[in-house]
């Protein structure tokens, strides 16, 4: 694929966390640089034992209402109390208070960012998410802009699985070369976008190369518009 490839779609597909909520950092990694900030060094495979654990304890336990700031003190608390094995409130607010400027801040310019791609493409989420996608997009703007968003906890599939790809295709009535999905992850968002036969774009802050070759990279979401033209 390349960039000539991109101009006859009509959809396109975004990632969530990583990709409309900051320019390319996954929330471990955000959560990480926030911890270490607040709370001190920690070594990173210890850091990420904490996390998954801290984030898979949310997936699928929340309302489908619950507000992006619910869901992000959630993991917060749950990532302190399985460093620090007890409750430290005031460190899970630092963190999620840090977390949550960040994210809002950039779903802000995301959401002028897909206004006035809407003139263009018809839009949708792909997200391994926890339930309540739909409301974080409604509180954060970016709802009024969306044909799709579709929540893994919800589906019940998660990326890669080509499943949960599928579950946008069919609402959107559109075939997987009619799409191009934009996202952060090469396991998850990239593996998941070509099994699919769906044209992909890397948003990555590494000089890693892509999955393919000839992919576009990224490194702002703001450059999506640049290889679109």
Do not use: Q
């Not at 906890?153 to 069919?170: C, S």
């Amino acid at each position: 694929m390349n960039a000539r490839t991109l101009k006859g779609a009509s959809v396109l597909l975004f990632d969530f966390g990583g990709t409309l909520d900051s320019d390319g950092i996954p929330w471990k990694a955000r959560f990480f640089r926030i911890w270490k900030d607040e709370a001190g060094e920690i070594a990173p495979a210890a850091f990420d034992r904490a996390f998954y654990d801290a984030d898979d304890a949310v997936v699928g336990r929340v309302a489908a209402e619950t507000p992006l700031a619910e869901t992000v003190g959630r993991v917060a608390r749950g990532l302190v109390e399985g460093i620090r094995h007890a409750a430290d409130e005031p460190l899970a607010e630092k963190i999620a208070a840090r977390f949550l400027a960040d994210a809002r801040e950039r779903l802000s310019s995301s959401a002028v960012l897909l206004k006035r791609l809407a003139g263009r493409y018809r839009l949708g989420i792909v997200s391994n998410f926890y339930g309540n996608l739909g409301a974080v997009c409604r509180e954060s703007g970016i709802a009024p802009y969306l044909s799709v968003a579709i929540d893994s906890a919800a589906v019940g599939f998660r990326k890669p699985d080509a499943r949960i790809f599928e579950a946008a295709f069919a609402p959107l009535d559109c075939r997987p070369s009619d799409a191009i999905f934009v996202g952060d992850s090469l396991p998850r968002d990239m593996a998941g976008a070509r099994a699919v036969g769906m044209p992909h774009v890397w948003l990555s802050t590494e000089e890693t190369p892509c999955c393919c070759p000839e992919d576009p990279v990224i490194r702002s979401l703001g450059d999506l518009e640049e290889i679109l033209a």
